[in-house]
């Protein structure tokens, strides 16, 4: 067997040890765009890693490899592995377990009451999906140990409340005794282990998308879950100061008679400085109402995200990265050639 590699730490993202984290945000603010640079990153620092789908969420795994990713785990390179939990195997998994006879429980599992009641009864398919990430971290090799240092999970959308996290102690409550109170309080208890589980908070740099970031840390430490990192995704690097921005206004009062393209370009010129003042503004809330390691993102233009952006993003975890993004945002006076290198993906620190 090959030597075990060692964890670098001094090549982790964010400084964060590897465990089992669940990126979660709001739909779109780029928590499976996380989840693979994260992924991707830890790797890197030579933890083994796995990347988990839920069902229901675009794939993270699809943006580093065409694979197609299953309910076992898929190689998609060295010391990286994708797996995707769909209800229904989990549900089958856990019947085999019970039932211990494949046969019985394919065909119970294949029963469509059986199926209703799973997509009907409140909580049940999130405590099936958190039995079996705590079954993967709790999985060991052949030497007995832990066969995963890093557990991505690509998580749903948090809507209102906790979602998933929080099920497993709603049911445990909601069950006070028997067997199905016994698995959901020995799940709730791993969820809320802090030596083995965290929660990765991604938002956007926008008002509402923060506040509500503000408000779900606040809600998952309420309940005992440990938050471990902010992300702030999608920020614009600014190409204009505050001088050529107010040069470019005093242009548009001074003259009516300014060719109408040039008026549009200045006019862009103090959309895109506004909306870069805006963002910097929901940064600063953000960092003044968490007391977390955090990392911020460039917004990558392109039209679609191909694995060497998702790679650039990795890079951007690293401390030397977000030095220099901190310094960009800032308002280096190299404004358009460092929002050029930002912009253009190339500019991951090496
Ligand atoms: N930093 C970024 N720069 C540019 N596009 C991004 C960035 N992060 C995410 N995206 C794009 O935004 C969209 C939503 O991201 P995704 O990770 O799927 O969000 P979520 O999983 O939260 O729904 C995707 O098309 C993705 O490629
Ligand atoms: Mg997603």
Same mark, same amino acid.
């Not at 299953?70 to 209800?87: D, F, K, S, V």
């Not at 589980?197 to 779900?216: D, F, I, N, R, Y």
């Not at 190409?239 to 009516?256: K, T, V």
């Given at each position: 067997m090959p030597a075990r590699p060692r964890i670098d730490d001094a090549a982790l993202p964010l400084g964060l040890q590897p465990r089992?984290?669940?990126?979660?945000g709001k739909g779109g603010v780029g928590k &499976?765009?996380?989840?693979?640079?994260?992924?991707?990153?830890?790797?890197?620092?030579?933890a083994r890693t796995l990347l988990v789908e839920i069902e229901g969420q675009a794939s993270s795994a699809a943006m580093l490899s065409n694979k197609k990713i299953?309910?076992?785990?898929?190689?998609?390179?060295?010391?990286?592995?994708?797996?995707?939990?769909?209800?229904n195997d989990a549900l089958k998994e856990y019947a085999r377990l019970r039932l211990k006879v494949k046969l019985v429980a394919d065909r119970l599992v294949s029963n469509p009451i059986m199926d209703q009641f799973a997509q009907a009864a409140p909580g049940f398919r999130e405590l099936l999906v958190l039995g079996k990430l705590w079954a993967l971290a709790s999985e060991t090799d052949d030497r007995g140990r832990p066969k995963w240092d890093a557990i991505i999970v690509d998580s749903p959308a948090t809507g209102h409340g906790l979602g998933l996290l929080g099920m497993a102690g709603v049911i445990a409550r909601m069950f006070p005794v028997g067997p199905i109170h016994t698995q959901a309080k020995a799940v709730d208890a791993f969820v809320?282990?802090?030596?083995?589980?965290?929660?990765?908070?991604? &938002?956007?740099?926008?008002?509402?998308?923060?506040?509500?970031?503000?408000?779900?840390?606040d809600e998952l430490r309420a309940r005992g879950i440990d938050v471990v990192?902010?992300?702030?995704?999608?920020?614009?690097v600014d190409?204009?100061?505050?001088?050529?921005?107010?040069?470019?206004?005093?242009?548009?009062?001074? &003259?009516?008679d300014l060719d109408p393209a040039l008026r549009h370009a200045l006019e862009t010129v103090l959309w895109e400085h506004m909306r870069?003042?805006?963002?910097?503004?929901?940064?600063?809330?953000?960092?003044?109402?968490?007391?977390?390691?955090?990392?911020?993102?460039?917004y990558m233009f392109a039209p679609q995200l191909t694995r060497e952006h998702i790679a650039s993003l990795a890079r951007w975890f690293m401390p030397a990265g977000q030095e220099r993004l901190h310094a960009q945002l800032a308002g280096a006076d190299d404004g358009p050639a460092a929002a050029a290198a930002v912009h253009a993906g190339e500019a991951g620190p090496a």
């Open positions: 089992t984290v669940f990126v979660t &499976s765009t996380v989840s693979a640079a994260l992924a991707l990153a830890w790797r890197d620092a030579g299953g309910y076992n785990a898929t190689p998609l390179g060295e010391q990286l592995c994708a797996l995707r939990i769909t209800l809320r282990d802090p030596a083995r589980v965290g929660v990765v908070l991604v &938002s956007l740099p926008e008002e509402l998308p923060v506040t509500e970031t503000l408000e779900l840390h990192a902010s992300v702030l995704n999608g920020l614009l190409r204009f100061s505050d001088a050529e921005a107010a040069h470019a206004d005093e242009l548009i009062q001074s &003259s009516d870069c003042t805006d963002q910097a503004t929901e940064r600063a809330r953000l960092e003044a109402g968490l007391d977390l390691p955090s990392a911020v993102l460039p």
